[in-house]
């Protein structure tokens, strides 16, 4: 199918974010978890609007913990309630998790690179 | 611009380092130990090495004691022992003879969770008029609508909603709080700022909670001991 053109196109935001949980998940269980956070605190209608995808996925090291970052798109003007809703995220499957916020940007590009890069205040 | 994670749980040594460490790096600027009274004289050991150890120096430290009473009575007796003790007090609310005598209570410093167990938010016009003259803080923990859902999670929305309601009309403290007792349950400033939006508190309350009025409670905490009277306190000599 043809793409829309530009002025047709939904807007889009990227979140970066970390994921700390007991055992690694995997992409799936991720986005499940993801959904199921939006959902629970939104709703159907509101999180219908959210237009999310989880983009890319990193591992990082941490002490007695998984951690994980990794991008989402959802669309422009939703990034709060999304943000609120990653937040809320407490366990997956019996396996606790915290989801942590780095930032937020317009392109996959910048927030790659301002947000994904490991800091040095990291390393324990 | 200092945050202050005003509500860790402290447990043994190595746990509540990892909580300080996990804090420090989400970007709190302080946070404060609180620890059951039951446990208090068993853990404070703990709590003066977490104080001097070189890892948290730039991260400030106070320690609080949790009391859990039953009756008014007992309240008072625990915080008439724990006042001169530790740097903050918190009384477990739910018990609306507790809380009342918690707001009335110039030696309280905060009254945890007032909803707890309650199909009303614990507190009215007429507390919250009592915690505003008494100087006493409400703390609404945000562990309370992370850790649960649907129904549970809609019921504390309401009563956070409440409490807010009466706050800006008394103006007592209102401090927001994560209650972690594992690095699962810490949330960086920003995101609860950001999760504050959901009970309708604007971003400038969030901060203020986060920030300024824990300042303002740890300040009046180091100048307790000098306080003589109302409006009354001893200068060192000069």
């Not at chain 2, 939006?197 to 303002?216: N, V």
Request: proline share 4%; with cysteine; hydrophobic share 40%.
């Amino acid at each position: 199918m043809k793409i829309l053109p530009p002025t047709l196109r939904v807007p889009r935001r990227y979140i970066a974010f970390e994921v700390i949980s007991e055992r690694e998940l995997s992409r799936e269980e991720l986005v499940s978890l993801i959904w199921d956070s939006c959902l629970k605190l939104h709703g159907e209608c509101e999180t219908s609007n959210f237009r999310l995808w989880l983009m890319k996925l990193w591992r990082f090291d941490f002490p007695d913990a998984v951690r994980m970052r990794g991008i989402l798109q959802c669309q422009r003007g939703y990034e709060r309630r999304v943000m609120m809703a990653l937040t809320c995220a407490h366990h997956y499957g019996g396996v606790r998790v915290a989801i942590h916020i780095l930032g937020l940007s317009g392109t996959i590009r910048s927030a790659t690179q301002k947000f994904i890069k490991p800091s040095k205040k990291d390393k324990y | 611009m200092k945050f202050f994670d005003f509500h860790i749980q402290g447990r043994d040594h190595d746990s509540s380092l990892r909580l300080l460490l996990e804090a420090s790096r989400l970007g709190y600027h302080g946070g404060v130990l609180v620890y059951p009274s039951e446990r208090y004289s068993d853990l404070k050991s703990d709590f003066e090495s977490l104080r001097e150890n070189p890892e948290l120096q730039d991260f400030e430290i106070a320690c609080g004691v949790m009391i859990r009473a039953s009756d008014p009575r007992d309240m008072r007796r625990s915080v008439n022992r724990f006042r001169k003790k530790a740097d903050v007090i918190y009384v477990s609310g739910g018990n609306l003879k507790v809380n009342r005598a918690a707001c009335e209570s110039r030696r309280v410093d905060i009254l945890s969770a007032p909803y707890t167990s309650r199909r009303d938010p614990g507190i009215n016009h007429v507390l919250s008029r009592e915690a505003a003259r008494n100087g006493v803080a409400i703390e609404l923990p945000l562990a309370d609508v992370i850790g649960s859902w649907l129904k549970v999670r809609a019921r504390v929305l309401e009563h956070f909603r409440e409490i807010l309601k009466l706050q800006r009309k008394f103006g007592f403290p209102l401090v927001l709080t994560s209650r972690a007792s594992t690095i699962y349950d810490l949330r960086a400033p920003r995101d609860i700022i950001n999760l504050a939006e959901c009970f309708g508190m604007k971003a400038q309350e969030a901060e203020k909670s986060l920030t300024s009025t824990p300042a303002s409670i740890l300040e009046d905490s180091g100048n307790r001991q000098l306080m003589i009277a109302d409006g009354v306190r001893l200068l060192p000599e000069s």
